[in-house]
């Protein structure tokens, strides 16, 4: 069964540092790798998806690097602002046991 | 239509009483998932479709929950006699496809089983 854990579960910096968040996961036959945005009382925003060929992909000020073989992938955000706070949840479908999420990354960007 | 919408937005049931919980997937996708959110965790699979074909059923709790999408197009998620531990919000979601398609989630139902 696949699991996948995200470290930290929470993390606070000041605005404008550069910082990282991992996710990891135990059965590296996967599909895809999805990274999501969760702001309280709210649904799941996705932010980057990234495909099991791929090594990375970029949207604006965030990156996700995909590692399969190791069974990671970081979550890179540069220059955050505040409005950057929210959880960050990373998500892998593989196999039959579908989409696995992890609990999450509880991100405080402090002005 | 524009995104996945769900309604409910917030249910509050008695303990005991019978809910349905409806999504309305982005017009053309095939997948639509049910997910299971407790506060401060990770969404949890509950059961997918592929079109009006129910493919994965194994996260359903228990049998008093039971989905169904008849047309292939929007989904109910009912809980028979519902129980406090059933408070949550339930996530609904769908893509292009299982295996390869991005994954967009509607804003959920909260519900509250007292």
């Known amino acids: 069964k696949q699991e996948v854990t995200q470290i930290p579960a929470a993390l606070s910096v000041p605005e404008g540092e550069n910082l990282v968040l991992n996710c990891s996961f135990t059965?590296?036959?996967?599909?895809?790798l999805q990274w999501f945005r969760q702001d309280p009382g709210k649904g799941l925003t996705s932010l980057l998806l990234?495909?099991?060929?791929?090594r990375e992909q970029t949207s604006g000020r965030l990156n996700a690097s995909l590692d399969k073989s190791s069974g990671r992938s970081t979550l890179y955000i540069a220059a955050s602002q505040p409005g950057d706070s929210a959880t960050y949840l990373c998500?892998?479908?593989?196999?039959?046991?579908?989409?696995?999420f992890g609990k999450g990354t509880h991100l405080i960007i402090q002005p | 239509g524009a995104g996945v919408s769900q309604s409910p937005r917030y249910k509050v049931a008695k303990r005991g009483q019978d809910v349905a919980l409806r999504c309305d997937p982005i017009?053309?996708?095939?997948?639509l998932f049910w997910y299971q959110q407790a506060l401060g965790q990770g969404p949890e699979f509950l059961t997918y479709?592929?079109?009006?074909?129910?493919?994965?059923k194994s996260g359903l709790p228990s049998d008093r929950f039971f989905a169904e999408r008849p047309e292939g197009s929007v989904s109910t998620l009912k809980i028979q006699r519902t129980q406090q531990e059933d408070s949550a919000v339930y996530l609904c979601?769908?893509?292009?496809?299982?295996?390869?398609?991005?994954?967009?989630f509607g804003e959920g139902s909260r519900l509250t089983v007292l």
């Open positions: 979601a769908s893509s292009l496809s299982r295996s390869s398609g991005e994954l967009f």
């Open positions: 059965d590296s036959a996967i599909y895809n």
């Open positions: 990234i495909q099991s060929s791929q």
């Open positions: 998500a892998v479908v593989g196999g039959a046991d579908g989409l696995t």
């Open positions: 017009s053309g996708h095939v997948s």
């Open positions: 479709f592929q079109n009006e074909a129910q493919l994965d």
